[in-house]
């Protein structure tokens, strides 16, 4: 009998050996595919590989999509300083939509009629996934059966058990995702609204403790040198990672929405992705006028909320990220930053765009550019509005 093509989201976790290990029982040609957001070595990849085929797996690749993360996604989530609820970088839903993306591409490939993954019914990924699938393959039938029965992690571990798989599945006491735009932990503290986490829940330690001053050279809106040596933005953003992880640097705990309507708590530890949303905001401070900074704020909002929600594809997400583009043109310059023990300073600017290098006048100083009665004027008529409106009012 001829086994149907399917192409499942392999991570190499208990979740997914299961559906592996199940669906290759149940007359499945099956294609595990891994991809790569920054967050796998060599030897995990080849760790993950070997896992796979021992699964029942009839092909395993590992897709290297950091280029793709990077041009779609982050590059965006820089120019609009997104931050959800002022606070999170965005670091897993964003990886979430890229690799649905890259798994759909290759279920087309080899010409699959079935996709599955290992989400529960409890979180955010089973809608990212299926909403990425489901666009852009509504023709694949969709497998979940962690979802779809309900199985614990005791159902998963006594079914491998029975099939001569004794592997040790304990759970890790926290659960880290690690990408290049930031790094999820979680564990039993963020289940809590109480609980923080502790310091060793945290993949980086303390390991600096002496200020180091940093140079972060930006064009149009992207990171091009770190402290004067000039490179692609990937490599630069892991450089930087390198450097800043060491002060322990971007440790916080996002509460939010999550899309199935519930509140939810995550740990997580993003030292180069604030470091360089805050340098890259403060440089828009300078090169900016007002208007461009309000609606690029209230469209950057928007668009990290839907990124979140798996709604990448939506036309309007590509309207959005092309204003974000526009908005860039200036944004050229160096960002002065030091690094302490847990925090960072923005020290300050030099870009030929500064809006502040003007002859018209500083700040709380001197104008050079109108008179005192001009100034008195344009003070009288912008009050108007308001004064018209007390007037009436204090009459009732």
Do not use: C
């Not at 006491?173 to 502790?198: A, M, R």
């Amino acid at each position: 009998m001829k086994k149907e093509t399917l192409v499942l989201a392999y991570s190499g976790g208990l979740d997914t050996s299961y559906s592996l290990k199940k669906l290759s029982k149940d007359n499945y040609e099956i294609h595990a595919i891994s991809v790569n957001t920054g967050g796998f070595s060599i030897e995990e990849i080849e760790t993950i590989e070997s896992k796979a085929y021992q699964m029942g797996a009839f092909t395993y690749k590992n897709i290297n999509a950091l280029e793709a993360f990077y041009k779609k996604i982050v590059k965006y989530l820089l120019f609009g300083n997104v931050l959800k609820n002022n606070t999170y970088p965005l670091s897993v839903s964003a990886e979430r939509i890229i690799q649905a993306i890259e798994i759909v591409r290759y279920a087309k490939k080899v010409g699959a009629k079935y996709i599955a993954h290992g989400s529960t019914g409890a979180g955010n990924d089973q809608v990212r996934f299926d909403l990425i699938f489901q666009v852009m393959a509504p023709e694949m039938e969709i497998i979940t059966l962690i979802r779809d029965n309900q199985l614990s992690r005791e159902d998963e571990i006594n079914y491998l058990k029975s099939k001569g798989i004794d592997i040790p599945w304990e759970k890790a006491k926290y659960s880290i995702n690690q990408g290049l735009w930031g790094t999820s932990v979680g564990g039993s503290e963020t289940l809590t609204s109480h609980l923080p986490l502790p310091n060793s829940a945290y993949p980086s330690k303390l390991e600096e403790e002496q200020p180091t001053k940093i140079e972060l050279q930006f064009e149009k809106g992207e990171l091009v040198s770190l402290n004067g040596n000039s490179s692609d933005s990937i490599k630069l953003i892991q450089d930087l990672q390198k450097i800043a992880k060491k002060y322990a640097i971007g440790r916080d705990i996002h509460v939010g929405d999550t899309i199935i309507g519930i509140k939810g708590r995550i740990g997580f530890e993003a030292a180069a992705p604030l470091i360089l949303i805050k340098s890259h905001h403060l440089l828009e401070k300078h090169t900016l006028s007002k208007w461009q900074q309000y609606q690029k704020e209230q469209l950057a909002n928007f668009y990290g909320m839907q990124l979140h929600e798996g709604q990448y594809l939506d036309p309007a997400m590509r309207d959005i990220e092309a204003f974000m583009e526009s908005s860039q043109t200036r944004v050229t310059g160096t960002v002065f930053v030091e690094l302490w023990p847990y925090r960072f300073e923005l020290l300050g600017i030099n870009s030929p765009f500064d809006l502040m290098k003007v002859d018209f006048g500083s700040y709380g100083e001197m104008n050079k550019s109108w008179t005192a009665d001009e100034a008195k004027g344009f003070i009288k008529l912008t009050s108007n509005a308001t004064k018209i409106y007390q007037h009436l009012n204090s009459k009732k």
